[in-house]
């Protein structure tokens, strides 16, 4: 069979145009990360072209048993990682995992706690444009104007009050650690089900470095590909009781045939994190976030909580003087890539917010420490600064590149 430049020219040249955009460019996007070469080849593999719905043993389409065995070593190590009771790992991305759990735990018009978008949570944990926030009848928690996190009580008394069939704890911006047992105690209080989504620690998680809400929680979704460093997918885990609704809820409740080829990245990305320096990285990766975010208080920025536990921040940029857009894309005239985010009681618009998200995730994979991530913060400072002096922008991105080569990548 011919190779991918000899059939399609225009996207093999995108192709090896993005990876040098990744390999001389600072990765600042929270959820984002660099996979392995032996997870894009299980990912880029044969795997593709097959059907498989339904579970291992019990398909709906014959030749699965390579398929099987693939699956079955995906739920194997996603069991030894994080401990759970029953993983399935056909979820193709976050919020389907979500739905799904939905789907296995809820009827329309349930209630739901979870925290607020703009203080910190994800579209799926009931914003008012999500399908969560249309189906179910989501109440949420905020966190606290004055600190910047969440009041355990303040959540206890909406529980109480609110007497929610679920709570949801998890977030895709906030930099706290959050008290799973707590979480765990207040649900039991008001007979609530238990659900994180830990999208974004999974792999601090992993690594051993964080808590985690496993042994607590009844039910724990979360993506692949950001801290974990997996391909782009997700994965539920459960306790036994749990685990017949969970599987009819993904299939057939919504998914149809899994991805076979992105479960076998997954059950690399697993192997690859049951290893003793995955532990090292996933400490890394919050000693760099501890030491950007110290730099950048230094320099007058205001991040939100004063600080981060985990390998993310938000940076409230109007204490320089700009939204959170402009400093996106002054970061992004000299390589850097970041996301805009709102702050707790934003009041700018989403499109065009106060804040800057910012994570480490994939800055420690390529092997930046933290003298490294304290050049970052200065870097982004002087960004700021000069962001309309384009003589400036270009000789920062000439250190940016010089880092880069530093700290290679793929190539
Ligand atoms: N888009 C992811 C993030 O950036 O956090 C969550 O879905």
Redesign the pocket.
Known sequence: MKSLQQVDAKIASLIEKEADRQEFGIEL????NYTSKAVMEAAGSVLTNKYSEGYVGKRYYGGNEVIDEVEQLAIDRCKELFGCEHANIQPL???PANIAVYLAVLKPGDKVLGLKLDHGG???HGHPVNFSGMMYNFVQYEVEQATGRIDMDKVREIALREKPKMILAGF??YSRNLDWKRFKEIADEVGAITMADI??VAGLIAGKVIDSPVPYFDIVTT?TH?TLRGPRGAVIMCKQAFAKAIDKGLFPGMQGGPHDHINAGKAVAFLEALQPEFHVYAGNVIKNAQAMAGELMKRGYKIISDGTDNHLMVVDMTSKGVSGKEAEVALEKVGISS?RSTIPFDTRKPMDPSGL?LGTAAITTRGFNEADSVTVADIIDRTIIARNDDAVLAKIREEIVALCRKHPLYK
């Not at 996007?29 to 984002?32: F, G, H, N, R, T």
């Open positions: 996007i929270a959820s984002e991305s976050g919020s994800h579209l799926s895709s911006a999208s974004h993506t950001k996301s998200r």
